[in-house]
């Protein structure tokens, strides 16, 4: 069998997606410029015969040219960390720009591209050379391959014809094909393509002959970063010519594949638990909310005991380099490690449906249960908290065979016990829970991870989420799945605050009087404290325990941040009811007849407040 390998270059210094596959080969292009930690199966194409340090002007073909000296193959392939070929034997539905687009590269995706051993050796042996599925110019506002290029802000012209009188004085039966590429309408993109080893030695025989010659007669010391890219530009453009000049010979088969663009192309973070005994916490948030994320981890910080080691994991999908940076400069100690875990792919494929002011990371709980699964137990966190006690304390919960610890939830016992309550209907017919008052609260939790793997999979979860019909969405959910195996916490370890200063005296005066007495004790002295609800410290200062927010707060690089956020919040308001105002005054002018008592009194009403 022939020996196919295709190479997928990645960005230097970024963490990108690796698809296991022996096709596959991963390589960080420009790997010279490689400052960080190389991921586990990364090539490097600074070793052996190499231009590496050419990176900046020769983008991925520094990778072309690495394997070109240095791998044996049968077959060469090119493609990138997040554009990959299609192998499907039919068209797939293709976006505006020509490509086929996926949000992430997940096994239904793999599926759909024919992405399996089999498929993708037939159809590669069967040709001489697959190139990426040529784009047309007009989706790009361009007459010719040549306007395109001529049109891009920071190319200039003259250096792609004084490539092509390179190619040429040095390749002159190439000249006609490169003409018919730039007068035409067809743009080959991407440096994409898959060769059999004898074309693939002609091309980079060519390629980088020309390449040299144009560097040695170009002067691109001015140019832009993007302008000091044109050598990439000009191979990008080769790579067309060489595929049309193989068709002019007449000997060769050719062919054309879709190309498969990733929208969301970050690897997947794989955990390892460290050698040392450590208490695993995990906490999920977004970009948006990293400050709110950073005080709660500040607190866990400023409780923690250096008895112990602490391996905290944040799960998310967006938060940036430059935000983590923040947390490991400013959190990191001796026995505080902070991990972030990328789950973009996890949970890619689910509609998860939370509700009312809830955020979708409420579900990313459910996949500690494959991401830390070699832990026996780990503790969870919402972000909106903040921490007084040792969450030690909280990891040494002796679980016995339960599958988690939680607190009740005393808002909740609160509205099942009122009057006629429809609450407490929906948690029997529902949850199936016929004691609405053992329903807990899902912000603090200990997982006892090996028992919730033999209960019940992630995906099984995930599921559950998808149908949307739960009120309070994960939490709902878990506490049907740990019916009857929950070891319930004091209720100081999630004590949700008085949100509005409205539920304690109006939902949980309701509930048992037990629930409601350890809600008090609770109250009193307080180990976590939950700003659960619609209204938030960072929203409203003077809500229930703002002040312990915002004491935590005031020692972390985003205290300016919440508090201009709370200005600037503070200053809308009053805009906002103006305009509402003026919008109801406009319905009720054209509701009351002119002259009518009330038209006159709102009139007299409107004028007296905004002149």
């Known amino acids: 069998m022939s020996d196919i390998k295709i190479f997928v270059t990645h960005t230097p210094n970024q963490d990108t997606m690796r698809v296991g596959h022996p096709f596959l080969y991963d390589v960080i292009a420009g790997s010279d410029f490689q400052t960080e930690k190389v991921p586990d199966g990364m090539l490097l194409d600074n070793q052996g015969e190499n231009i590496s340090f050419k990176n900046k002007a020769y983008c991925e073909l520094t990778t072309q040219y690495w394997a070109w000296k240095n791998k044996k193959a049968d077959y060469y392939g090119f493609c990138h960390y997040r554009r990959f070929f299609s192998f499907h034997h039919e068209q797939l539905k293709e976006s505006a720009w020509g490509t086929i687009e996926y949000d992430y590269l997940n096994e239904s995706a793999m599926q759909e591209l024919h992405f399996n051993e089999a498929d993708m050796r037939s159809q590669i042996e069967a040709y001489d050379f697959l190139i990426a599925k040529g784009v047309p110019v007009g989706c790009m506002n361009a007459k010719s391959v040549y306007d395109h290029y001529q049109r891009a802000p920071e190319l200039h012209i003259q250096d792609l014809e004084l490539f092509l009188d390179i190619l040429t004085e040095k390749y002159p039966q190439l000249h006609e094909s490169a003409k018919e590429l730039l007068e035409g309408k067809v ?133 940036g380099s430059s935000s983590q940076k923040m947390f490991r400069q400013g959190l990191v100690r001796e026995n505080i490690n902070i991990t972030f875990v990328n789950v973009s792919g996890r949970v890619s494929g689910y509609v998860l449906q939370a509700k009312q002011h809830i955020s979708t990371e409420t579900f990313y709980r459910f996949l500690i249960l494959d991401i830390l699964k070699d832990y026996q137990k780990v503790v969870y966190l919402d972000s909106d908290m903040i921490v007084l006690r040792d969450v030690a304390e909280l990891y040494h919960t002796q679980m016995g065979d339960h599958l988690i610890a939680a607190a009740v939830d005393p808002d909740f016992a609160g509205q099942c016990n009122m009057k006629n309550s429809e609450m407490r209907q929906y948690c029997i017919n529902t949850l199936g829970l016929e004691n609405p008052f053992q329903y807990f609260q899902a912000g603090v939790l200990v997982f006892h991870v090996a028992q919730m793997r033999r209960k019940i999979t992630v995906e099984k979860l995930l599921e559950m989420s998808d149908t949307g019909i739960y009120r309070f969405s994960d939490q709902d959910i878990l506490n049907i799945v740990c019916k009857d195996r929950v070891i319930y916490l004091d209720m100081s370890w999630n004590m949700i605050f008085d949100c509005n200063r409205y539920r304690w005296k109006h939902v949980i005066k309701y509930a048992p009087h037990d629930i409601l007495d350890a809600y008090e004790k609770a109250r009193r002295e307080p180990y976590i404290i939950h700003y659960a609800g619609f209204l938030k410290p960072w929203m409203k200062p003077d809500e229930d325990f703002g002040y312990v927010f915002w004491e935590t707060a005031r020692h972390t690089p985003y205290y300016e941040q919440l508090l201009s956020k709370i200005q600037k919040d503070q200053e809308v308001t009053p805009a906002v009811q103006v305009r509402a105002f003026k919008r109801t005054r406009l319905l009720f002018m054209k509701l009351l007849k002119p002259g009518s008592r009330m038209r006159v009194k709102l009139g007299k009403l409107y004028w007296g407040l905004f002149g």
């Open 187 to 319: 743009f080959y993109p991407c440096n994409m393509f898959i060769m059999n080893r004898k074309l693939f030695c002609e091309y980079c025989e060519i390629l980088f002959d020309v390449l040299e010659e144009f560097e040695k007669r170009a002067d691109m010391r001015a140019y832009s970063r993007e302008g000091y890219r044109t050598i990439g530009h000009l191979g990008e453009r080769m790579t067309g010519i060489y595929y049309l000049y193989l068709q002019k010979r007449g000997t060769y088969r050719l062919g054309e594949r879709q190309i498969a663009l990733i929208r969301n192309a970050q690897a997947q973070t794989e955990v390892k638990v460290p050698a040392y005994d450590a208490v695993p916490v995990v906490l999920a948030a977004n970009e948006a909310y990293v400050p709110i994320l950073y005080t709660c981890v500040q607190s866990i910080a400023d409780c923690a005991s250096q008895d112990n080691n602490y391996e905290i994991y944040i799960f998310h999908t967006d938060i």
